[in-house]
């Protein structure tokens, strides 16, 4: 089967990078043929430039052309988005429907029914636009960096496809990485039919635990940020000296933990490490905690924290709270609530749980891993391509 992606990277690396990535490589190693059309936003940085990214995304017909080229050159079976913001624009779309060829397209944030793709305002779940298809509150809340202007542009650009049916029109289906995130965009203004929008979570290679005796320290691995909870969590350690927690990542709280790092000897930040690095402390800690206050979509870290077999302590908000089963392969807390996280670090530190560690293990080669991915893409691959209306 020929593969063509489709792909608009942000400035800054992230999970749908790595999803991406693995994905391809996935299918490559089965024998089968892809290739990358990739999008960059590098060119934006002044406000000038942001705003006319911003109408590019409206319909860029210079993505539009380079995708009918790629689409003479490689002649796919099936063409796969990823994400087309901001200058691949929703041209892409259009492009490939008027090569019959069908489209499917994964989403892992709210970008069409939220301007900050993140349903998070003011660091509380903000859920005021889901139903509308123009959402002026996110203009006036200024829900993209801060800005009235490029909020409206943002806005301006889904309500346009919204109220074109663009989705609707041109996608053989949607895919996305948990039923929540499913659940939240079937009963949207997207109106996409909940039907034709497919679950199937994202993987991580199979990287064999070499079962390193577990020590006496939390770990906490992720960008430092108000969203996911890091004022909750350092909150918790700091009243309980005893516990041991070791923070790795950056972002704009760095500050924040590095000051709670030098008053507090139980509070060891380390910065940010290479992965072989983060996947043996995950090996070695007692458990994974990811107190997150907002739907994240389906967080790779939780992924790579099941792969090592080390159950997460995580907020019951979102992907999470599907991701981690209560008892099982984890704890669940109340998102934000510090006293409701330190009773499940206290309940985990009186149990000798062994059974936690095997299960989040079993939960990864039973959902996250490669093998249980790739029967559910070629699924839906094959299902698209075969399929006389063109929908999953």
């Known amino acids: 089967m020929k593969i063509l992606f489709i792909h608009n990277r942000y400035q800054y690396r992230g999970g749908e990078d790595t999803t991406l990535e ?38 860029n017909p210079a993505s539009a052309r380079r995708l009918r080229e790629d689409i003479t050159r490689f002649d796919p079976d099936v063409i796969h988005v990823h994400n087309l ?39 509380e779940v903000c859920e005021l ?27 301006g650009i889904t309500s346009t ?18 039923h929540f995130l499913k ?6 203004s997207l109106k996409y039919p909940g039907d034709k929008i497919v679950v199937k979570p994202n993987f991580i290679d199979d990287v064999k635990a070499t079962h390193r005796p577990r020590e006496d320290f939390f770990l906490f691995v992720g960008r430092l940020a108000k969203e996911k909870g890091i004022d909750t969590l350092l909150e918790c350690f700091k009243c309980h000296p005893g ?9 704009p709280e760095k500050e924040s933990v590095m000051e709670a790092a030098r008053q507090y000897l139980n509070i060891r930040y380390i ?28 967080p790779l870290t939780i992924i790579e924290a099941f792969s090592r077999g080390t159950p997460v302590i995580a907020s019951r908000l979102g992907a999470m709270s599907e991701m981690i089963v209560h008892d099982y392969n984890g704890l669940h807390f109340n998102p ?8 499940c670090l206290e309940m985990f530190a009186r149990s000798d749980r062994k059974d936690l560690y095997t299960q989040a293990r079993k939960t990864y080669e039973d959902v996250y891993h490669p093998d249980i991915h790739y029967a559910s893409i070629m699924g839906i691959y094959e299902k698209v391509i075969n399929s006389k209306i063109g929908y999953v």
């Open 22 to 59: 693995t994905e391809q490589a996935l299918l490559e190693s089965k024998g089968h043929q892809t290739k990358l059309l990739e999008f960059t936003n590098d060119d934006i940085h002044s406000l000038s430039s942001r705003i006319s990214a911003g109408l590019r995304s409206f319909y």
């Open 85 to 123: 913001f901001f200058n691949a624009s929703l041209s892409v779309l259009y492009q490939a429907a008027n090569r019959h060829i069908p489209v499917v397209m994964t989403i892992q944030n709210y970008r069409f029914i939220c301007a900050n793709a993140l349903l998070l305002r003011n660091n």
């Open 129 to 155: 636009c889901i139903h509308k298809t123009l959402p002026l509150q996110g203009i006036r809340y200024k829900c993209y960096r801060n800005s009235i202007m490029e909020s409206a542009l943002v806005t």
């Open 161 to 178: 496809h919204k109220a074109l049916h663009t989705l609707n029109k041109k996608l053989a289906g949607i895919i996305v990485p948990s």
């Open 183 to 188: 659940n939240k965009l079937a009963h949207s």
């Open 243 to 251: 516990r041991q927690l070791v923070i790795a990542g950056d972002g």
């Open 271 to 298: 910065g940010l490490q290479p992965k072989e690095k983060i996947l043996t402390l995950m090996e070695t800690t007692k458990g994974l905690i990811f107190p997150s206050i907002w739907y994240e979509g389906l």
């Open 336 to 343: 934000g609530d510090v006293k409701d996280l330190e009773n």
